[in-house]
C-alpha cells in the first residue's frame, strides 16, 4: 500500500467554513435579497460552505451565481465563480473545461486588480498543471502565487504556497526540498489556531517520512492530524489521514487497524464521489484483508475495475488488474492470475499503441508540412523574378525620358535586386539541402521499416493464418500466445527507437544538457530490469562510485545506459553476470561508464558495423528478437553530447561497452 496526497485539496488550499447553524439563515437571506451583488455574494458564501460537504450542492448554487454575474456584468462575481467551477472540473477530471475556467477567471480577476484572487488562480493553474505530469509549470504558476503573497504579507497565503510548492516537489521525488516546504508552513501554521491547513501539512510531512520507511514516525503525523482534523467540513483532509495511517499501520504489521481506517476513509469517499481515490482505497483495503479474507478482497477489486471502467480511467485499470493479480498468486490460483495479467497486457498494449500512433501521424505531419513549406517559398521567389523584370522593363521605358537619371536610379535598383536575388537562391539552395536530408531520412526510415519492422509483424500474421487454417482448439491456440506475445515486444521495442530516431531527424533534438549526477539513473534501470535479469538468473551488480558527474541531456543518457542493460541481458546466457563500474576524469575532463557482461560477445568483423543502422544483430540467449536500431542511436546520443562510445568483445567470452561523457560545460568541445 502506497500513501497517498489529495492533490486537489493541497493545491487549492484550505477554506474556513461557517458553522452549520448559519446555514439556514443565509438561504433565508437569499430568498428575499434582490437581484444584485448582495445576492451574488450570499450564493458565493453558500457555495464556500458546501464546498467540502455537498460538492454537487456547491455546483449548483455556483453555476446560479455565474448566471446572475453574468446578468449583473459583476466581474468580480463572474470570475470567483468561475474559479470555484474550474476547481469543481478540476476534482471530476474534466480537464479541458477546467482550464477554459481558470483562463476566463484570470482575464477577470486581472480586471479588477485583485492581486490575491489572481494568485489563487496561478495556483489552480498549477493543480491543472500537477494533473497533466507538468511539475516545471506547476512550480512556476507556484511560485507566482508565492511572490503575490510575500508582497501582500498574506501569511495564510505564504503557507499555503509553501504545501503546494512541497506537493510538487514530493511528486518530482525531492523529498528532502519537499519537508523543508512543509517543516516552513508548519514554523508559520503553530501561531494560528488549527484548521485543516495544519492537517494538510502533518499528513504530507507524515508522507515524506513514509516515503523514507520511517513508518512509525509518519504513523506519529498522521495520528496528531486525526486529532485536530475532526470537523465535517474537514473531511477531504481526514481521508487523507486515514488512509495514510491505515498505509503505516499495514507496513508495521497492523493489518486489523489498516483495515479499520481505511474503511472509515471509503465511507468518506463515497460521500463527496471521489471516484480515482475511492479505487485506490479499495485496491488499498483489498490488499489488507487479502490475507485473512480473500473473498473480501476480491469483490473490493471488483468495485474497483467497475468503476475505473465508468470513469474510463484505463490507468487505474491496469493497478486494479495488478491486484487480482496478486490475490490470485496468493492464493495458488497460478491459471486465473496468468488470464488476468494477459488482460492487463493487453490494455497496457493498447495504451502504448495509441500513444505510438499518435506520434507517427506527428512525424507525417511535421515531414507534409516541410515540403509544402518548402514549394510555397518557391512559388513566391518566382513570382518576385516576374516582378523584377517588369520592374527593368518600365525602367527602360523611363529612361527615354530622363536618361541621366534613369541610369542612376537604375544602377541603384539593379544592385539592390541582384543582392536580393541572391540572398533568395542562397535561401533556396539552403531549403534545397534540408529538403535532400529529409529525402535521404525517408528513404533510411522505409529501409528500416523494411527490414526490421516489417519481419515481426508478418511473423505475427503468418502465426495467426496458421492458427486460423489448422482450425486450432482453445488449448492450442494458447501455445501460440508466448510466441505471438514475443514478436510483438519485439515489433514495439523497434518501433519506440524508431520513433526516438525520427524525431531527431524531423524535427531536430532539442538537448536540453546539465550537470546530473548518473548514478541515480544506473541504480533506476537496474531496478527496471530486475524481472528480465531474474528471468534468466543473471546477475546485476553497480560498482560506480556514489558520484558520477555528467553533462549532457539527461533523457539522452538515460536512453543509452537503458539500452546496453538491455542488450548486456540479451546476450548473456543463463546465470551469467552484468556488471557496471566508471572510469572518473579519464581521458582529463571525462568520466565514462561501463557496461561489461559475460555472455556471446561479438565476432572481430562483425564489431566494425555494430553501431551502423544496416548491422545484422543475432537474436539474444532466449531467443529474444532482435533490431539494429538502438546501437546506432546510443552512438548517435554519445556523440550530439561531446562524447563517443566504444566497444571491446572477445567471442564468447563477453562484451563491454564503454562510453564518455563531458563532467561538466566547461569540457564540452
Known sequence: ????????????????????NKLPSLLLKLKKAPADTSKALIIQSITEYYRNIKPDSAGIYARQ?????????????????????????????????????????????EQTGRKKDIASVHNGLGAWAIKQGDYPEATKQFLTALKTFETARDTGGIIQAYIKLGVVNQQIKELDKALDYFRMGLALDKHAPATSRTGTLLNNTGIIYFYRNDFRTALKFFSDGLKIINKPEWADVRILLLSNAGAAYEKLG??????????????????????????????SLASVLSRDKPDSSRLLLNQALRISREINQRYLMMEVYQGIVDL?????????????????IKLQDSLFTLKKAKDIAGLQSNYDLANATIKLQRSEINNQQMRNHRNVI??????????????????????????????????????????DQQNEFKNKLFSIIGHDLRSPIATIVNLMEAAEENDLSAEDFIAFIPQLKDQSKATLEILDKLLIWGKSQLKGTKYNRSVFNAKEMILKNVELYKNP??????????????????????????FIIRNLLANAIKYTQRGGEIRFSASLNQPAGFNAIHVQDNGVGIAKGAQQRIFERNN?????????????IGLMLCKEFAEANGGKIELESELGRGTRFSFYLPSDEQNVN
Open 254 to 283: 497492523n493489518f486489523k487497524a489498516a483495515a479499520r481506517l481505511e474503511s472509515e476513509a471509503l465511507v468518506l469517499i463515497r460521500e463527496r464521489h471521489l471516484k480515482e481515490y475511492e479505487i485506490n482505497t479499495l485496491i
Open 616 to 628: 545484422q544483430s543475432q537474436e539474444g540467449t532466449a531467443q529474444e528478437k532482435r533490431n539494429s
Open 394 to 435: 518600365l525602367a527602360a521605358g523611363v529612361a527615354l525620358l530622363f536618361i541621366t537619371l534613369t541610369l542612376i536610379m537604375f544602377y541603384l535598383k539593379m544592385r539592390n535586386l541582384n543582392r536580393q536575388l541572391l540572398k533568395r537562391k542562397d535561401i533556396l539552395r539552403q531549403q534545397k539541402e534540408a529538403l
Open 533 to 558: 535479469a531474474l528471468q534468466k538468473m543473471i546477475k546485476v551488480t553497480d560498482e560506480t562510485p556514489n558520484e558520477i558527474s555528467i553533462f549532457g541531456d539527461s533523457t539522452q543518457v538515460d
Open 1 to 20: 500500500m502506497k500513501a497517498k496526497t489529495l492533490l486537489l485539496l493541497c493545491l487549492f488550499g484550505s477554506f474556513q467554513m461557517m458553522a452549520q
Open 328 to 344: 490470485y498468486k496468493q492464493q495458488g490460483k497460478y491459471k486465473e492470475a496468468e488470464y488476468t495479467l494477459e488482460r492487463k
Open 65 to 109: 451565481g455565474l448566471q446572475l454575474s453574468e446578468k449583473l456584468n459583476y466581474v468580480y462575481g463572474k470570475a470567483a465563480f468561475s474559479r470555484f467551477l474550474a476547481e469543481l472540473d478540476l476534482n471530476e477530471g474534466k480537464m479541458d473545461a477546467a482550464k477554459q475556467k481558470f483562463g476566463t477567471a484570470m482575464i477577470l480577476f
